[in-house]
C-alpha cells in the first residue's frame, strides 16, 4: 500500500541474517547490539538453527518486560510467552486445545463477533468445534452488548458446551475500541459462564478517534483482582498491523495465562510438532517490544517515522469514515482504531432481486459491480458476518492519501451510478 518499512527494524533483520555486516560502519551501533542479543540466543549463534519451540529465551524476556511495562508494571511471566508465525499461528495453537469433546459427547464451542476475522470461523470448523455468534452493536459504535452474549450463550447450551469466547480488540473489520467499562464487563460475564478469553489485540498501537484508548484485557483482568486475576486468558500481538505493517515477515506472540499444568504441557507439545517460528519473525517482534531508547542513535529516525505513519493512517481514518457518511445510503461508524472501515450500505430492493436472479448475495453483487467498473476491490460483510437484513463491505485506510481520495472519489460517482440505477 506503499507504506516505507521501518528503517530500525529492516536494519537488525539485515544483521541477524547476515552477521558479517556487524563490521559495517553504515549500521548504528544500537542495531548491532540488539542484532548481537539475539544471536547470542541463537544455537551456534546462527539465525539458521531451530529455536526452542517457544521462541528465543531472550526474546521472550523482552515480550515480558514490554508487557509489563505497557501494564503499568502488572508482572508478566516470560515462560507464558509464546513466539509464532505471526499472531494466527499463536491463536490456532491455543484453539486448538478445544478440541476434545465434553464428557456429555457434546462438541466444545467458540463465541465469536459478528462482524468477525474470518481466521475464527474457519479454524473452529476446521478444529471442529461449535460457531457461536455474537452481534456487535452497529448503533453504539460497534460495542458490545453484554444482553447479547447472554443470548447467544443461552442458546448455544442446548447443542454444546461453550467453553471459550473471542475479543477483537481494536476491532477488525469493524474499528472499534472498547471502553475499560466495556471490558469489565466481558470480563465479568466470561467468569460467570467459565469461558476462556481470546484477546485479540493485534491493532493495539492503531486508535485514532479522540477519547478513545486502548486498554489490554490482562491489564483489566488483573486490576479486577479476585476472582477474575485467575482466569485463563490468550492475548497477541502481531508484526503485521500497528506502524510496523511487516505482514510478510510472520512476527507474533501470545501471552498464556493462569493454565493448567497439564493443559500447558499438552500446549507445549502440540507447538512443538511445529518445531519453531521462524528466527526472522522472531527478530522482528524484538525489535518491536523493545524498540531504540532516548539517547540512542535510532532513536529519532525511529520515532519520527513511526509517528508520521500512525498521524497518516489516524487522518485517512477521519477521511474514510467522513466521506462515506457523506455519500447517499451509506453510513459508516467512526474508525476508531484498527486498519479497517465496515460501512453500511441501504441497497434498492431493485439491486437485492438483481443479485438473487444471478445467486449471489446482495452485498456480493454489490462488491462485484464496483470492482468492475471501477477497480475498487472490497469484501462483502456477508464474508465477516452480519446481522440478516444488512448489508456492508469491508474496506482498508492503508492506500496513500493521495491514492484515497481518489478511491473515494470513484466511490461516490459509482453510489451515485448504482442508487440511480436501481431506484
Given amino acids: ?12 533483520v539485515a544483521l541477524v541474517s547476515y552477521p558479517v555486516l556487524l563490521d559495517s560502519p553504515d549500521f548504528p551501533d544500537d542495531c548491532k547490539e540488539r542484532a548481537r542479543v539475539i544471536l547470542g540466543g541463537c544455537k551456534g549463534g546462527s539465525a539458521g538453527a531451530y529455536t ?36 494466527s499461528e499463536s491463536i490456532r495453537a491455543v484453539m486448538k486445545l478445544l478440541i476434545n469433546k465434553s464428557k ?28 457461536l455468534n455474537y452481534y456487535l452493536d452497529e448503533d453504539n459504535g460497534w460495542g458490545l452488548d453484554i444482553s447479547e452474549l447472554e443470548r447467544s450463550v443461552n442458546e448455544a447450551r442446548k447443542r454444546c458446551n461453550p467453553r471459550a469466547i473471542v475479543i477483537i480488540n481494536p476491532g477488525n473489520p469493524t474499528g472499534q475500541v472498547l471502553s475499560r467499562q466495556n471490558i469489565e464487563d466481558v470480563i465479568k460475564f466470561a467468569h460467570r459462564e467459565k469461558l476462556f478469553i481470546f484477546a485479540d489485540e493485534v491493532y493495539q498501537e492503531n486508535v485514532y478517534a479522540k477519547g478513545s484508548q486502548f486498554h489490554s484485557f490482562k491489564k483489566v483482568l488483573m486490576e479486577l483482582g479476585e476472582p477474575y486475576s485467575g482466569m485463563e486468558m490468550a492475548s497477541f500481538l502481531s508484526s503485521s498491523k500497528g506502524y510496523m505493517g511487516e505482514c510478510g515477515l510472520r512476527g507474533g506472540y501470545a501471552e498464556v495465562i493462569n493454565l493448567d499444568p497439564k493443559v500447558r504441557a499438552v500446549l507445549e507439545k502440540s507447538i512443538s510438532a511445529k518445531l519453531c517460528p521462524t528466527v526472522i519473525g522472531q527478530t522482528v517482534m524484538d525489535v518491536i517490544v523493545n524498540p531504540p531508547v532516548p539517547g540512542e542513535p535510532s ?5 519520527s517515522q513511526k509517528k508520521a505513519v500512525l498521524e497518516s493512517l489516524s487522518q485517512r481514518a477521519t477521511m474514510v469514515a467522513e466521506t462515506f457518511n457523506s455519500i447517499p445510503k451509506m453510513k459508516c461508524n467512526i474508525v476508531q482504531g484498527a486498519m479497517y472501515a465496515f460501512p453500511q450500505i441501504m441497497l434498492p430492493e431493485k439491486a437485492i432481486e438483481k443479485a438473487k436472479s ?9 462488491a462485484f459491480q464496483l470492482l468492475e467498473k471501477t477497480g475498487i476491490c472490497v469484501v462483502p460483510g456477508s464474508g465477516f458476518g452480519q446481522r440478516p437484513g444488512t448489508y456492508h463491505f469491508r474496506t482498508t ?3 496513500q492519501p493521495e491514492k484515497l481520495k481518489m478511491m473515494l472519489e470513484k466511490f461516490r460517482e459509482f453510489q451515485t451510478d448504482f442508487i440511480r440505477e436501481y431506484s
Fill in 1 to 12: 500500500m506503499g507504506q516505507s518499512p521501518i528503517t530500525f527494524i529492516r536494519q537488525v
Fill in 52 to 87: 526452542d519451540s517457544c521462541g528465543i529465551e531472550v526474546i521472550r524476556r523482552h515480550v515480558a518486560a514490554y508487557i509489563e511495562k505497557r501494564d503499568g508494571g502488572i508482572p508478566s511471566d516470560y515462560s507464558n510467552i509464546i513466539l509464532s508465525n505471526g499472531a
Fill in 104 to 131: 456429555d459427547g457434546l462438541n466444545n464451542g467458540v463465541m465469536i463477533p459478528k462482524p468477525q476475522y474470518p481466521l475464527y470461523s474457519a479454524s473452529i470448523a476446521e478444529y471442529g468445534l461449535e460457531q
Fill in 299 to 303: 532513536y529519532d529516525l525511529f520515532m
Fill in 358 to 366: 444471478l445467486g449471489q448475495a446482495p452485498d456480493v453483487f454489490y
Fill in 397 to 399: 485506510i492503508l492506500p
